[in-house]
Structures are given as C-alpha cells and as structure tokens.
C-alpha cells in the first residue's frame, strides 16, 4: 500500500466525517427556519466538495490502479479474407515506476496478455518514467525482462515513444532488443500466419524523431497488407490509403484506426 494511497483515503475521510456533521445540523429549530434556497446553498456547499473528492479519489487512486482487458472487433473492408480473425494484442504507456506500476503489476500484466492467447503482441511505447512527485525511474532492462514472457505465435513488436527517447531510446531498444523483442523504428517486418503475409510498419514517435512515413512505407513490397504501429497517433492523417489499420499509443486508453 503506497504512501499517496494512504493519504488519499485520509482526506477522503476526513471529508466524509466533516459531511455527517454538518448532516447532523440540518435537523435543527435554525435549519427548519431558514428559506429554501439557503437550505439549497449549504447543501450544495457540503456536497460540492465531497463529490469532487470522489472524483479525485477515482482518478488519482482507484481508476489508475485498475487493470482491465478491451476487446475491440475491427472491421475494414478492404482487409484480405484469408488474414481474417487475427488476434492482436496491444500493450501501451506501461510508465514503469509510476504509481502502481511496479514488478507485480508488469507480471500481471504479462499473465493477463497470455490469456487472451493472441496471434501477435504489439508494444506500442513509453516504458519509462521521469523522476517526479507521481513516479520514480526503472531502467529499462526491468520492463524488457517482465515483456520477455509474453508469448505470441507470430511474435511480440515494439515500437518507442516520447518517454522512452527522453530518456535514452537507444538504450531502451537495447534492452528490448536483448530480451528477444523486436523495436521498429521507422522499419518494417514481415508476419506470415496461416498461408498469407502481414508487414508490420514501426514508425519513430512523432514528437521526438520526426516524421518519415514515406521512407519507411518505401521499404515495403509493393501490394502488401500493412499494419501501422506507431505511439503518437497524430500521424494516421498522413498515412496513405494503402495503410488500413494503425495501431498507437500515447492517449493511456490505446487506439485503433482505420479505413
């Protein structure tokens, strides 16, 4: 149980005490004479803070410590028959050494991606954290070795973020790389599942290194079917039609887009 923790539910407390107190008052001889609309205002004046307590509560405490699964089914028209029903799993903003995210949360997470027994596993960037009030730095090799176990048919991919270049990308792709994952940056590979091909384009973040969709789109056999892994979503305007899917990060809740 963290410290942050410990405070939060402290002041939540305190408030609730200090709400029933005042409850306790509005039973009285000076309550019952008041007119409405100043009963209207007090309550609100005792309410008001509680609720943003509560709000405060759920989004500093209780909704950052959840770890749930999304299942989203994407259909694009254009997408090969013979490639339908893959399964891909999607792992983004991991922030190791951030509030709840620590060797137990990583193993968890791994555990829960295994699970849902996924064709293909992407990491879609920022593994890292900055030294601050909400988060304290793990190096890099610590989530590679936790990434390590999770366990794919066509493989497990990677691409970097704004965080993880921050810090020191090439280290970053380093520790991955080491532990058997591979890091597309601005670089392509091919998946092949069942009797048909899938490539993979990894694009650098686009706050950090720039651009360079064409470039990497280039190296691609021409026709292929194409999945876009990048963690700044902001590029997918730029991406031709050619590209049906991308897959990005960034945002904390993950995104897929296509045409």
């Known amino acids: 149980m963290s410290i942050p923790f410990i405070v939060a539910v402290a002041l939540l407390l305190g408030l609730l005490i200090a709400f029933f107190q005042r409850l306790r008052k509005f039973g009285g001889a000076e309550w019952r ?27 500093f405490v209780i909704e950052p410590n959840r770890l749930i699964v999304h299942y989203e089914t994407v259909k ?21 050494g951030a509030w709840y995210i620590d060797d137990r949360k ?10 849902q027994q996924p064709d293909l596993i992407v990491l879609l960037g920022d593994y890292m954290v900055s030294n601050n009030w909400h988060g304290h730095r793990v190096e890099p090799e610590v989530t590679a070795a936790a990434m390590k176990n999770l366990k794919a048919p066509l493989g497990v991919y990677a691409v970097l973020g704004n965080h993880d270049w921050w810090y020191d990308g090439e280290k970053v792709r380093r520790a991955f790389e080491q532990n058997g994952i591979r890091v597309l940056e601005d670089e392509v590979a091919e998946v092949k599942w069942r009797d048909a091909s899938i490539w993979l384009a990894g694009f650098g973040d686009l706050w950090t290194r720039g651009e360079h969709i064409k470039q990497t789109l280039a190296k691609l056999p021409p026709g292929v079917t194409v999945i876009a892994l990048t963690h700044n979503p902001d590029i997918f305007p730029r991406l031709p039609q050619t590209v049906p899917l991308m897959l990005a990060g960034h945002t904390h809740g993950g995104r897929s887009i296509f045409r």
């Open 33 to 59: 004479s008041l007119p409405r609309w100043q009963k209207g205002i007090r309550i609100s004046a005792a309410l008001v803070p509680l609720i943003l307590a509560g709000l405060l509560f759920w989004g």
């Open 76 to 96: 694009i028209e254009t997408w090969p028959t013979e490639l339908s029903g893959l399964r891909i799993a999607v792992i983004s903003d991991i922030h190791t």
């Open 106 to 115: 990583l193993q968890r997470i791994v555990e829960l991606t295994n699970q």
